[in-house]
Every structure is written in structure tokens, then in C-alpha cells.
């Protein structure tokens, strides 16, 4: 069982307890924003050429605006419980496992650490080698812009997984759940060590390390 299911149930559930001006680690975007974010990928090809994080491109503008205006804060959260429309290509099976594991449990940390006193979840050791086999799975991706070599030594799970090659190396050490954080963008909230020499050090923390 992939941990998309749970986390669509956990952020639906804290979208709707939190509400939708809640802020979130998402430049610019609200509960709102990145509820109308997860519900057009899902269910709008249209809009889905002109999605990033913290950014909607005109012409996706026009489908968010839309979206939001089908139904209330809600009835938009309990859409997403819902899961994927009925011809949405995350319908196919296999394909909201292989496809939203990431994307959910990253936007679920963006809205719970982006309020005050957050404190980390336990994620539990299920759910943690899941994200261990997102991070050697896509950690090349992750990684691509990085001027330095990356190492990944997750808590509890063996050797380093060298995800980027290079004669000076990085190494993030802590939990998979935070080390993707890490690797996705959220370096202010990600609890993770990161060794290396310092020039090295540097350089991997002033690099893009956008999705």
C-alpha cells in the first residue's frame, strides 16, 4: 500500500481544520491556492503545462479561478478526498502511488509546517521506507542542478546512496521524510545534518533545489 491514500486523507482533513487562508511554505499561496494546485493536476490537463510551486501561468490562472469558483472551500476538499475524477489519467491503476506519493506528503508538510509551533510528524517506519525508495529513486532528478557531489545517508537504512556524482561531496543525514524536504526545496524547515567542507557545504546550500 503507498502512502498517497494516507496522505490525501491527512491533507484533506488539515485543509479543512485549518482553512483555507491558512499559509502555507508555498510562495504566495494559501490552504486555498495550493488545494485549487492539488485538484488541477489532478483533474485539468489543460492546466497542467503551466503549474509550478508558487507560480500559475495566465492561462492556468483562468482554470484556477474557475475551479474555485465550482464550489465552496469544502466541498472542494472533500472533491479531493474523493480522489481523481472519473477520466482523470490518476485513475489509472497504479498511477496515484507512482504519482502522488511525493507530491502529497510534500504539499501535506507545506501547509503543517507552515504554521506556528509546527512540530514533525512521526511517519512512521512503513511510510519512511517509501519515501527512502522516492529519494533513490528520483534523487538524480532531485540533485541535477547541484554543483557538488550529494550523498543521502537515511537514519536507519544501511549505507549512503550516492545521488549525485562528484569529486566533492555533500552528505544529508537524517530521515527520508526530511531529507526529501531537503532535496525539494524546504531547506528552512528540513531537519536534516548536511556535512561536508565548508566551500562544498556552500555552494550544495546556495544551489536551486526547486522541484
Known sequence: MSIARDERAGLAADLS???PDAPTLCEGW?????????????????????????VFDAVTQARADKMEASGSFEDLVARFAQGPDRFSIFRVPGMDAAANS?????????????????RPRQQGHRAELQL????????RALTR???????????GL????????????????GKPSEILLLLTGRTSVARVDVLGEPDT???FMRSDHSL
Open 158 to 173: 544501511g549505507d549512503p546512496v550516492t545521488l549525485h556524482p562528484g569529486d566533492r561531496i555533500v552528505t544529508i543525514v
Open 145 to 155: 542542478r547541484s554543483p557538488v557531489g550529494v550523498r543521502a545517508e537515511m537514519t
Open 30 to 54: 494559501t490552504a486555498r491556492d495550493l488545494l485549487t494546485h492539488v485538484l488541477l493536476r489532478e483533474n485539468d490537463p489543460l492546466a497542467i503545462p503551466g503549474m509550478a510551486v508558487s
Open 17 to 19: 481544520r485549518l482553512g
Open 201 to 203: 557545504l556552500s555552494e
Open 102 to 118: 511525493m507530491e502529497y506528503f510534500i504539499h501535506h508538510e507545506d501547509l503543517l509546517r507552515a504554521q506556528p509551533g509546527w
Open 132 to 139: 527512502a525508495g522516492i529519494i533513490r529513486k528520483y534523487g
